[in-house]
């Protein structure tokens, strides 16, 4: 079906909305479970240091995770502009630790990226690229933390150490595989649901473990801060990847109560209380969550105020006579640069 159809535009206005009204009900549910004055009474007594620390410190993990769509452009070649990109990721982000990867990681990039301009082929590619990257160093840092033995399990819990031990050894393996087929592999293209991918080089498989796990690692350090350093920053870098992986297989939007149950076992046998603990995780969720949340609506609304200028600067840009998206599957042929990157023929993305 065309896109200039009359059926296909009344039914692209409906999933909008939909869309819209779904991102809606998910804020206020999360609002509902948020205990608003104890997160202020928190953040209010705070030691200023710690605290602004780790406010620097989520501004850092926030721009690090903008270099994954970065990353993304690059895989692809498309050529919006670097601060959009940005702009998209930071929005994107934000709503996805909330309200989950189906409406920030995957939903949100389709609104935001096909208003500025890029066919859903190019989309699917730059989420794809983002995910594993994303995921990628979480294996890295896991497979090393949990070999070593870093982190020490409490008797009741599900598992062992060395089951952890094991899966440790398992998560760096697959890491091996990754950079030996990305640097060795003469077949580096395959076609998933018809969206042909390429097998990114050593070099960029490399980037893609080092600004993830550069992530994960800042990501470890606003808790270990507001933890009052008490805890091994390490032993505190293992529990969040242990409460990151709980947190998916429960799926519950932002993890509430998942992080401070995983947290609050593992650390029992530490010198730090479980007050201390709500405490530097309730600072935790309103400054890596809820702030950042708070101005990603304000992004998002003004990116879609602007996003039809936006789009008709980037078609012209791209030397694009006609500035609706072409129909599914023209102009998407898909080639691998010489560096085992991909970009489509032609330019247009």
Not at 316 to 333: F, I, V
Request: glycine share 8%; net charge positive; aromatic share 12%.
């Amino acid at each position: 079906m065309s896109h200039s159809h009359p059926k296909w535009r009344k039914a692209k206005k409906i999933l909008t909305w939909l869309f819209f009204i779904a991102v809606i009900v998910l804020l206020v549910v999360y609002a509902t479970k948020v205990n608003w004055e104890e997160v202020w009474e928190v953040i209010k007594d705070y030691n200023r240091l710690a605290l602004f620390s780790a406010v620097g410190l989520v501004v850092l993990s926030y721009l690090i995770y903008g270099c994954y769509d970065l990353l993304a452009r690059s895989y692809c070649g498309h050529k919006l502009a670097k601060r959009q990109v940005m702009l998209v990721s930071f929005i994107c982000y934000a709503f996805n630790l909330t309200l989950s990867t189906w409406v920030g990681g995957i939903g949100m990039r389709y609104r935001l990226y096909s208003r500025l301009g890029l066919p859903s082929a190019t989309i699917t590619r730059i989420f794809s690229l983002s995910i594993s990257t994303n995921w990628l160093g979480y294996i890295l840092l896991a497979g090393v933390i949990f070999t070593v033995g870093v982190v020490q399990l409490p008797d009741h819990w599900y598992i062992d150490e060395t089951t952890l031990r094991i899966l440790g050894g398992v998560l760096l393996a697959i890491i091996a595989v990754y950079l030996w087929f990305c640097a060795f592999a003469k077949h580096r293209h395959m076609t998933i649901k018809g969206q042909r991918l390429v097998l990114p080089s050593f070099k960029f498989a490399l980037m893609q473990l080092v600004i993830s796990s550069c992530n994960w690692m800042v990501m470890g350090a606003i808790i270990w801060l507001l933890l009052g350093q008490q805890v091994n920053y390490f032993f505190v870098l293992g529990v969040l990847l242990v409460s990151s992986i709980a947190g998916v297989i429960v799926h519950i939007p932002a993890g509430i109560g998942v992080l401070e149950a995983v947290f609050i076992a593992l650390l029992a046998g530490e010198h730090v209380t479980n007050g201390k603990i709500i405490a530097a995780l309730l600072a935790y969720r309103m400054l890596y969550y809820i702030a950042p949340l708070i101005l990603a609506i304000v992004c998002y609304l003004v990116l879609e105020s602007r996003a039809k200028k936006m789009r008709v600067k980037n078609e012209k840009k791209l030397n694009n006579p006609h500035p609706s998206p072409l129909p599914e599957g023209e102009g998407e042929k898909f080639t691998p640069s010489p560096g085992g990157e991909g970009r489509d023929e032609g330019g247009r993305t």
